[in-house]
């Protein structure tokens, strides 16, 4: 059983002018948990994570604008080890800069392309992009489309698990490509709305810790791709019922 407590706030300050819009959010996490295990052992974590994020928006007209921004995070966390117990305290933080230009240069046809980079204490500093394209066909349906990349960098707990980890700065950060291609359509006639997609998604240096690693947190070797042939989802409403349906066929491989 956890008995967990948790305290959390958030602070936003908007300030807008002429075509500008900018707003600067300060969040605040704190989490204690105490845990006893069936033979009644105890143990206890805390994680702290405070975050000053901005964010600014410029809009050239109705049709362009671009999207900046910065973020800002600082992880704290203490906890006991599981070889030996005692209780050891890190901490990591990530700044981040992005930046995504908006716009519409058909009637119809809306893109958007941007970039980010991150910095992490420990991992280093990292690129990643995205674009989307998406046509509405009319009121009611449209297609899209997009393709990124991502990040995802090891968390507290991967650099720091219990004596494993003798180098931290072994660990490489998790890197995906991914690829999607979809149909919405709403029904406004019957209150409904549905969305079929195909997405396709590679990852790279797979951070990984179970049984074939030793339960020591590696980076996998060789690539992980994950495709989805089709995924339906639906939402129908009604003023006596709501219904929610997803169905996906999707697979994965290792190479």
Do not use: C
Request: proline share 2%.
């Amino acid at each position: 059983n956890t008995d967990d407590n948790e305290l959390s706030y958030n602070l936003r300050l908007n300030y807008e002018k002429d075509k500008f819009k900018n707003t600067i959010i300060y969040n605040y996490t704190g989490i204690e948990r105490a845990t006893t295990t069936a033979t009644k052992t105890m143990k206890n974590y805390y994680g702290y994570r405070d975050a000053i994020n901005f964010m600014g928006e410029y809009n050239f007209n109705l049709d362009n604008k671009i999207v900046y921004g910065l973020d800002n995070e600082f992880d704290r966390a203490k906890f006991q080890k599981d070889w030996p117990t005692d209780y050891l305290e890190s901490d990591e933080s990530i700044y981040s800069q992005y930046l995504d230009f908006q716009s519409r240069p058909f009637e119809k046809l809306y893109n958007t392309i941007g970039i980010r980079r991150d910095t992490h204490t420990t991992a280093g500093s990292f690129e990643t992009y995205r674009g989307t394209l998406a046509y509405k066909i009319d009121n009611e349906s449209k297609l899209r489309l997009s393709y990124g990349t991502g990040i995802r960098f090891p968390a507290l707990y991967d650099y720091f698990y219990g004596t494993t980890v003798s180098n931290k700065e072994d660990l490489k950060p998790e890197k995906s490509k991914s690829f999607d291609i979809g149909y919405e359509a709403n029904i406004e006639k019957l209150n409904s709305s549905f969305d079929v997609s195909f997405y396709h998604i590679v990852y790279e240096d797979a951070l990984e810790g179970w049984q074939s690693h030793n339960w020591t947190v590696k980076n996998s070797i060789g690539e992980i791709s994950e495709e989805n042939f089709l995924e339906l989802s639906a939402n129908i409403s009604s003023p006596f019922m709501h219904y929610q349906f997803l169905h996906a066929l999707e697979k994965s491989k290792s190479a």
